[in-house]
C-alpha cells in the first residue's frame, strides 16, 4: 500500500510552502530518512525525507507549486531498502541531509554545490554539517565540470536568458521567492495595521570608538570575536526599556501585552531579503555574548542555516542600514511588535562642544514605533536615554 509524503509541520506562523526542487525522480528506490524533497518557506527551507524504504512512484506537487501544511507532495511505494542505506532522518529536516559522507549539508549547501559542480562527498566541513560557505571555499574557479549523473533530477523550470541587442528594451519577469513575497505582505501590513511614526536623535561615538580602539585586540584575542557597535545599542536599548516598558510590548485586541523580558531582534543581510533572528535574554548577555550571537546569525543567514528558532518571537528589533551605507532612515515595525530602533553610518561631522565647533563621529538613530500604544513623548525618551547611555558607555556597566 502506497504511503503518502506530506508537507510536515513547520512551526505555528507557517501554513504553506513551496517545492523549490524534488531530489528523486519518478521510480527512484530511496531509503528511510534519505531526502526526497526541497521546501521553501516564508523562514527556512527545508527537505522532507523518505518515511521509509522504498520507491518514489509519483509526484503530486513539482518544482515551483505552492502547497499547504499537511498537502500530498507525493507517494511511497514500500520496498526493500537500497543497498547504501543512509542514516535515518526525521521527516522534516531542516537543513540537515546528509551529503553521502556522513556528514550533513544544508539545502543551500547543496544547491550551491550543484551550480558550481562540486562533490559533495569531497568538501571537509568546518561545523556540524556542509554550508554553502563550505562549498564556496573548497569550488575552484578553473574546476572541470562534474560528469552528469545517470538519472539526473529535473530541476525547477527556468527561462534561459537570451543575447540583448544594444539598445533593445528588455524587459525580465521573475517570480517573487516564497521569502521575498512574504516580506512584501508583511511590510504593507504593518503600515496598513500600525500607526507608524518616526523619531530621530544623533549620538556622538568619540567614546564608544575610543573605547572599542583599546580594546579591540584583547576582545578579539579572548572571545575571537571584534567588538562591534551593535553590542553598544544592544545593552542601551534593553536598559532603556526597562524604563520605557511600552516599546517592549505588542497589542492583543483591547490589551497591551508587557514583556518583562528581552528578547532582542538583529536584522541581517541574507540572499532573499532581511531576515531578524532573536537573542533571546539580551539583557543578561555579555558585550561577547551579544557579538558571538551577531556573528552567528549572519554566518547562518549566508549559508542558509537559520532555523525556526532562531526568527520566532523577539521582543524589540534593531537594524543597522549603517553597514550598507546608510546615513538616515526610517525603519519598518516587524509585527507585533511596536518599536524598531534604526543605526546608520558613522560619519565625522562639525558639532558644537562647550563653545567650540569640533569633528565629532556621529550617527543619526531613529526609533519607529506604533502610536497606538506609544506616545511621542516616550518614544522620544527612550531614544533620548540610548542615546546618553551609548554616549557615556561606563553608564551601561553602572545601568544594567
Known amino acids: 500500500m502506497s504511503v503518502n509524503i506530506v508537507v510536515p509541520e513547520m512551526g505555528e506562523s507557517i501554513v504553506d510552502a513551496r517545492v523549490a526542487r524534488w531530489l528523486k525522480n519518478e521510480g527512484d528506490a530511496v531509503a528511510v530518512g534519505e531526502p526526497l524533497v526541497e521546501l521553501e518557506t516564508d523562514k527556512v527551507d527545508v527537505e522532507v525525507a ?11 506537487h513539482v518544482a515551483g507549486a505552492d502547497v499547504k501544511i499537511g498537502e500530498v507532495l507525493g507517494t511511497l511505494r514500500p520496498g526493500a531498502a537500497p543497498a547504501a542505506t543512509p542514516a535515518a532522518a526525521p521527516a522534516a ?33 568546518e561545523g556540524p554539517r556542509v554550508t554553502k560557505a563550505d562549498i564556496e571555499k573548497s569550488a575552484k574557479p578553473a574546476a572541470a565540470p562534474a560528469a552528469a549523473a545517470a538519472k539526473p ?5 527556468t527561462a534561459k536568458p537570451r ?26 501590513e504593518a503600515q496598513s495595521t ?29 572571545y575571537g570575536v571584534g567588538l562591534g557597535v551593535a553590542s553598544f545599542f544592544v545593552r542601551a536599548a534593553t536598559t532603556a526599556l526597562r524604563e520605557f516598558p511600552r516599546l517592549n510590548a505588542e497589542i492583543q485586541g483591547d490589551e497591551m501585552v508587557l514583556k518583562h523580558y528581552f528578547d532582542i531582534g538583529v536584522a541581517v543581510g ?22 558571538l550571537g551577531i556573528r552567528e546569525f549572519a554566518k547562518k543567514a549566508n549559508d542558509g ?42 560619519k565625522e561631522r562639525p558639532i558644537g562642544v562647550n563653545g567650540q565647533i569640533v569633528l565629532r563621529p556621529m550617527m543619526y538613530t531613529a526609533l519607529t514605533y506604533d502610536h497606538r500604544i506609544v506616545d511621542g513623548a516616550e518614544a522620544v525618551q527612550f531614544l533620548v536615554r540610548v542615546k546618553q547611555l551609548v554616549e557615556d558607555p561606563a553608564m551601561l556597566l553602572v545601568e544594567s
Open 50 to 60: 523518505a518515511p521509509q524504504n522504498g520507491v518514489l512512484e509519483k509526484i503530486a
Open 93 to 125: 529536516a531542516p537543513a540537515a541531509a546528509t551529503n553521502g559522507s556522513g556528514v550533513a549539508a544544508t539545502p543551500s549547501a547543496r544547491k550551491a554545490a550543484r551550480e558550481q559542480n562540486v562533490e559533495l562527498a569531497s568538501v571537509k566541513a
Open 153 to 157: 533530477v529535473a530541476p525547477a523550470p
Open 163 to 188: 543575447p540583448v541587442a544594444s539598445g533593445e528594451r528588455v524587459e525580465e519577469r521573475i517570480r517573487m521567492s516564497k521569502r521575498r513575497a512574504t516580506i512584501a505582505k508583511r511590510l504593507v
Open 194 to 222: 500600525a500607526a507608524m511614526l518616526t523619531t530621530f536623535n544623533e549620538v556622538d561615538m568619540t567614546n564608544v570608538m575610543a573605547l572599542r580602539e583599546r580594546h579591540k585586540d584583547g576582545f578579539k584575542k579572548k
Open 270 to 291: 541574507a540572499a532573499e531579503g532581511l531576515v531578524v533572528p532573536v537573542l533571546r535574554d539580551a539583557d543578561r548577555l555579555s558585550f561577547a555574548g551579544i557579538e
Open 305 to 346: 542555516s537559520l532555523t525556526l528558532g532562531d526568527l520566532q518571537g523577539g521582543t524589540f528589533s534593531i537594524t543597522n542600514g549603517g553597514v550598507f551605507g546608510s546615513l538616515m532612515s526610517t525603519p519598518i515595525l516587524n509585527p507585533p511588535q511596536v518599536g524598531i530602533l534604526g543605526l546608520h553610518s558613522i
